[in-house]
């Protein structure tokens, strides 16, 4: 019989290297991120706290946007069952504390949707791939949201090559319907 005892020194270690190994692409997407951490810290937070004001509000169906920040700029991607929704959702973005604008790709909700959940992650993983196939992008920069099998693009990247490279594969996936691209170069 093997006789262990209890040391708080390795079970602390264990619990370090489980939380780095389990959220291993946070330090890397950081590490290559062209934001530096105070700004991406900031942008964490004003995305939270738009959803979080978003989950409190009941004109506003959570579930239809994602949220996005960058620099401060603030992206809803998303779909609306009324025009007042949507005014309702940039309205309440824009009050969060941090925000310095609110770009909103937003498109009505479609009775019977014509592109579906299954159609939209197969287009995001083959967009996916190409992108981590260049080398010559940082693909973590490269956000990609689905919006009705359209590709809504956001991230800032290091190069105007970089931007250019990453928008040519995205736009030569079949079957999206659209791309709408807010990537930018670092300022």
């Not at 262990?4 to 370090?16: K, Q």
């Amino acid at each position: 019989m093997i006789k262990t005892s209890f040391n708080p020194v390795r079970v602390l270690m264990l619990i370090c290297l489980v939380t780095v190994v389990s959220g291993c692409a946070t330090p890397y997407k950081a590490a290559v991120d062209e934001r530096n951490m105070k700004t991406i810290y900031a942008d964490e937070k004003i995305t939270f706290q738009v959803k979080q004001a978003f989950l409190d509000d009941d004109q506003i169906k959570y579930m239809d946007y994602d949220v996005a920040s960058y620099e401060g700029d603030v992206f809803l991607i998303g779909e609306y069952t009324s025009q007042a929704q949507a005014d309702k959702a940039v309205n309440v973005a824009r009050s969060v504390e941090g925000v310095r604008s609110v770009t909103s790709y937003l498109l009505p909700k479609k009775e019977l949707a014509d592109c579906g959940t299954a159609e939209e992650l197969e287009l995001m993983a083959t967009i996916k791939q190409k992108l981590i196939q260049d080398e010559d992008i940082w693909s973590t920069n490269v956000d990609i949201y689905m919006v009705q099998c359209r590709a809504v693009v956001l991230g800032i990247v290091g190069s105007e090559k970089e931007r250019s490279d990453a928008l040519a594969h995205i736009r030569s996936v079949k079957g999206l319907k659209g791309v709408k691209s807010y990537l930018r170069v670092k300022r």
